[in-house]
């Protein structure tokens, strides 16, 4: 039960993210009106016409505010200013702790289960960035998962998980601001 509250308190932050063709992506909210989300689920040429799935069932407008291609980085805006900011963990990650990816592909949050399989940096990304640090997770990232969370069994946040970084093997998280 304790997994399943995870989820359900990582709802109140998570967003959809419909900022190209084909799936949605995830976001998650930084702010009550900005929203951190994988750079490679924005399409630019769909700046214009980005919608934002709400927790709460609605769904309306976002606006670009900045992207880094090189660390898979973007951050949206919505007008509404009501989103829940996720809580960050108060420790570390570890090798070894359960973490779970919770995303919103859809109108409900939905998760994969997985472990800490190390923490790495700094590393080159494959557009030339440099990630000070990263987590590894060997959850499984279904599709739509990208720019969501990696969350502790508590439900705080211990990264953005994003399938855009690619360095082989486990999935990739850029570490939440401390």
């Known amino acids: 039960d304790q997994l399943a509250d995870a989820v359900q308190a990582a709802g109140a932050w998570i967003v ?76 570390d990650p570890r090798a070894g702790a359960l973490a779970l990816v919770v995303g919103r592909p859809g109108a409900q949050p939905s998760a994969s289960l997985g472990l800490v399989t190390g923490l790495g940096g700094p590393a080159r ?22 720019g969501g969370a990696v969350v502790d069994a508590s439900g705080n946040v211990l990264g953005m998980i994003t399938s855009g970084l690619g360095f082989g093997g486990p999935a990739v998280a850029i570490p939440w601001p401390e």
């Open 16 to 91: 959809r993210v419909q900022a190209r063709r084909g799936p949605p992506a995830s976001g998650i909210a930084l702010a009550a009106d900005l929203i951190v989300t994988a750079d490679h689920v924005v399409d630019p040429s769909r700046e214009d016409a980005i919608r934002i799935g709400l927790p709460d069932g609605s769904e309306v407008g976002g606006t670009l505010v900045g992207r880094d291609p090189a660390t898979d980085l973007a951050v949206l805006r919505v007008a509404s200013g009501a989103l829940t900011p996720a809580p960050g963990a108060t420790a």
């Open 125 to 146: 990304t494959r557009r030339g960035g440099i990630l000070e640090r990263f987590l590894q997770v060997d959850a499984v990232m279904y599709p739509g998962f990208s």
